[in-house]
């Protein structure tokens, strides 16, 4: 008789990274994070998120918690990653989306499950190569990204439906909202690292801005140029 191997990423039944732990997430999300789109629920269901972070910290993967993912980044808390993807999917026809903050890649897989076209910039090189080998080992083939400072958006591909911020800025930049397209909208937090940061959407309707306050988030700040 042989030993059953150990093989985490199709681990689909039992364990800390199983369909179990991912289940029990999923419900959380849904009652204590008021995650109401089953399409979203749906999604984070499925994308692996245990590939997304080191081997070592695999097993919290299916915590509701951010996690370290190297060079000081971290992978968003999978409640901010459900909200932020049911903000990109209240745009009627979130066609091609934009995202500033590649990091470990995970949002914008999630992202790539719900919307034909992904965007995504990120300025930290190893994050970026990391991030691009999940996308290929994954099959997931609608994601394009970047190695550039996100503060310049992507002007190559503008316009976008929604572009989404996943690091805090000090203010909106310019080039974010030059790149929306009419009707399109903008969700980024705004504020200082470790302090009072608020999520903002900006959306652009008949050439002019309209903003809206969704509230409290903590994210890691953006930073200029790229590394
Ligand atoms: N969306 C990511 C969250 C990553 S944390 C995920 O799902 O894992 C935020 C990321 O924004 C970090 O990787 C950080 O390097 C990146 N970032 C910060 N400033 C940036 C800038 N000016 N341009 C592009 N990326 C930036």
């Known amino acids: 008789m042989s030993l059953p191997l150990r093989h985490?990423?199709?681990?689909?039944?039992?364990?800390?990274t199983g369909q179990r732990a991912r289940d029990r997430?999923?419900?959380?999300?849904?009652?204590?994070?008021?995650?109401?789109?089953?399409?979203?629920l749906d999604t984070l269901r499925t994308v692996p998120r245990h590939l997304f972070v080191d081997e070592a910290i695999a097993s919290r993967a299916y915590e509701n918690?951010?996690?370290?993912?190297?060079?000081?980044?971290?992978?968003s808390q999978p409640l901010i990653v459900a909200r932020m993807t049911e903000l990109v999917l209240e745009h009627p026809a979130p066609n091609k989306v934009l995202e500033i903050g590649t990091g470990s890649g995970y949002q914008a897989a999630v992202l790539a499950a719900l919307v034909p076209q992904v965007y995504t910039v990120e300025r930290l090189e190893p994050l970026l190569r990391r991030?691009?080998?999940?996308?290929?080992?994954?099959?997931?083939?609608?994601?394009?990204?970047?190695h550039d400072d996100g503060r310049l958006g992507w002007p190559d591909q503008a316009p976008f439906d929604v572009?989404?911020?996943?690091?805090?800025?000090?203010?909106?930049?310019?080039?974010?909202?030059?790149?929306?397209?009419e009707g399109g909208m903008l969700i980024s937090p705004v504020?200082?690292?470790?302090?009072?940061?608020?999520?903002?959407?900006?959306r652009k309707l008949d050439g002019e801005a309209a903003e809206e306050d969704l509230g409290g988030v903590s994210f890691v700040p953006i930073l200029p140029g790229v590394g």
């Open 8 to 16: 985490p990423v199709n681990d689909a039944g039992l364990g800390l």
């Open 25 to 40: 997430l999923i419900q959380r999300l849904a009652s204590d994070g008021g995650i109401a789109d089953r399409r979203v």
């Open 65 to 75: 918690v951010a996690l370290p993912i190297g060079n000081g980044q971290t992978i």
């Open 131 to 146: 991030a691009r080998r999940l996308f290929r080992q994954l099959g997931i083939g609608n994601i394009r990204s970047r």
């Open 163 to 181: 572009v989404v911020v996943t690091a805090a800025a000090m203010t909106i930049e310019p080039a974010w909202l030059e790149q929306l397209a």
């Open 191 to 202: 504020g200082q690292a470790g302090g009072a940061q608020r999520l903002r959407r900006i």
